[in-house]
T-cell receptor, first 113, second 106 residues
Framework: NAGVTQTPKFRILKIGQSMTLQCAQD?????MYWYRQDPGMGLKLIYY???????DKGEVPNGYNVSRSTTEDFPLRLELAAPSQTSVYFC????????????FGSGTRLTVV | KNEVEQSPQNLTAQEGEFITINCSYS?????LHWLQQHPGGGIVSLFM???GKKKHGRLIATINIQEKHSSLHITASHPRDSAVYIC????????FGTGTSLTVIP
């Protein structure tokens, strides 16, 4: 199993540009999450989804959008990139029934200049 | 205000020492997670706990629901254990502690 796959791994955006961070999981997990981690800080939840067609805001949703058309995919959209969105983005999925809980993607390092 | 507090924030240990990292939270939870983040940035889920104690290799996690407290123990610590350990809970919302940075010196 590949687990949680995030693409791209690195990206530099100019202010005002848009992009989509891709996240896919092959574990049939219902729960999926997007987090951001600023340098030296903890993880903050951006959006989450408890199943296909269902999404909800986390702590820091402003400037982002998500969709969940399938169980496998949970893309994160940045419409008008701002320097404040420079961060490392992690996608994760979970199945409450598993021993270890969460599975994280390897992260996307985004810089907005 | 962060709803989950970890201590210590930084910890340096000699190889072989027994290590304890503590986590306290202030609300009712359905599950508590311990995560490990290595310097390269990757995050690995170590444990998910809703009660009692779990063990995986040299790692042991305990939780006391009444006291709203969890601990992560590392026995016979090794330099490869050097990482940031993050406590997180999922209740009505999702909260992460800022982590405990562990350095194990050979």
């Amino acid at each position: 199993n590949a687990g949680v796959t995030q693409t791209p791994k690195f990206r530099i955006l100019k202010i005002g540009q848009s992009m989509t961070l891709q996240c896919a999981q092959d574990m049939n997990h219902n729960y999926m999450y997007w987090y951001r981690q600023d340098p030296g800080m903890g993880l903050k939840l951006i959006y989450y989804s408890v199943g296909a067609g269902i999404t909800d805001k986390g702590e820091v949703p402003n400037g982002y959008n998500v969709s969940r058309s399938t169980t496998e995919d949970f893309p994160l959209r940045l419409e008008l990139a701002a320097p404040s969105q420079t961060s490392v983005y992690f996608c994760a999925s979970s199945d409450p029934g598993t021993v270890y809980g969460y599975t994280f993607g390897s992260g996307t390092r985004l810089t907005v200049v | 205000k962060n709803e989950v507090e970890q201590s210590p924030q930084n910890l340096t240990a000699q190889e072989g020492e027994f290590i304890t990292i503590n986590c306290s939270y202030s609300v009712g939870i359905s599950a508590l997670h311990w995560l490990q983040q290595h310097p390269g940035g990757g995050i690995v889920s170590l444990f998910m706990l809703s009660s009692g104690k779990k063990k995986h290799g040299r790692l042991i996690a305990t939780i006391n629901i009444q006291e709203k407290h969890s601990s992560l123990h590392i026995t016979a610590s090794h330099p490869r254990d050097s990482a940031v350990y993050i406590c997180a809970y999922t209740g009505n919302q999702f909260y992460f502690g800022t982590g405990t940075s562990l350095t194990v010196i050979p």
